[in-house]
Antibody, heavy 116, light 107 residues
Framework: EVQLVDFGGGLVQPGGSLRLSCAASGFTFSSYWMTWVRQAPGKGLEWVANIKQDGSEKYYVDSVKGRFTISRDNAQNSLSLQVNSLRAEDTAIYYC?????????WGQGTLVTVSS | EIVLTQSPATLSLSPGERATLSCRASQHVSNYLAWYQQKPGQAPRLLIYDASNRATGIPARFSGSGSGTDFTLTISSLEPEDFAVYYCQQRSNWPLTFGGGTKVEIK
């Protein structure tokens, strides 16, 4: 059974940092692009970042470029998102998702709250 | 950036009725369009990929159509569990983008 488990969220002050993680199981992790998507409270979905199977290509939404870094460890079947210089507008549930001509499996999400 | 505009914002229907949701892209996306369903407190669920292909386990009452800039998600006969928010998403160009969503609510 494919499973994605997100964790690492929490309450952080503006300008702070967190490392979000996603543990994958039930599929060959190294064969898929992986993604982070976020959803601000009461709002729609926003794509954040993608990483290629071997980590050689990474793409980001403009609003997080230079502040967020996506990475993966295929040996550990894990995906990460290092989020730095956090702003109030980064407050959201962050989901990891598997790419398969659409985001076909999702984690349960981890909440990041940026507030003083 | 490709902007996806979904309409209507809210659709009020009764169980058993047909739902027709629209997604219009600001640029041509070929057939690289997906649809998702999201219920409160849950992660989104992939319904349709590449405009018209049902994802694994999705009931046949869900269908997608369109190509280029205009796409439609149709739910042929609404079941109680179908009342939710629906999003379209394109993977034709970076950045990947989602539409603003259509809420299907019980009339």
């Amino acid at each position: 059974e494919v499973q994605l488990v997100d964790f690492g969220g929490g309450l952080v002050q503006p300008g702070g940092s967190l490392r979000l993680s996603c543990a994958a199981s039930g599929f060959t992790f190294s064969s898929y692009w992986m993604t982070w998507v976020r959803q601000a409270p009461g709002k729609g979905l926003e794509w954040v970042a993608n990483i290629k199977q071997d980590g050689s290509e990474k793409y980001y939404v403009d609003s997080v470029k230079g502040r967020f870094t996506i990475s993966r460890d295929n040996a550990q079947n894990s995906l990460s998102l290092q989020v730095n210089s956090l702003r109030a507008e980064d407050t959201a549930i962050y989901y990891c998702a598997r790419n398969n001509r659409g985001f076909d499996y999702w984690g349960q999400g981890t909440l990041v709250t940026v507030s003083s | 950036e490709i902007v996806l505009t979904q309409s209507p914002a809210t659709l009020s229907l009764s169980p058993g009725e047909r739902a027709t949701l629209s997604c219009r892209a600001s640029q041509h996306v070929s057939n690289y369009l997906a649809w998702y369903q999201q219920k409160p407190g849950q992660a989104p669920r992939l319904l349709i990929y590449d405009a018209s292909n049902r994802a694994t386990g999705i009931p046949a009452r869900f269908s997608g159509s369109g190509s280029g800039t205009d796409f439609t998600l149709t739910i042929s006969s609404l079941e109680p569990e179908d009342f939710a928010v629906y999003y379209c998403q394109q993977r034709s160009n970076w950045p990947l983008t989602f539409g603003g969503g259509t809420k299907v609510e019980i009339k």
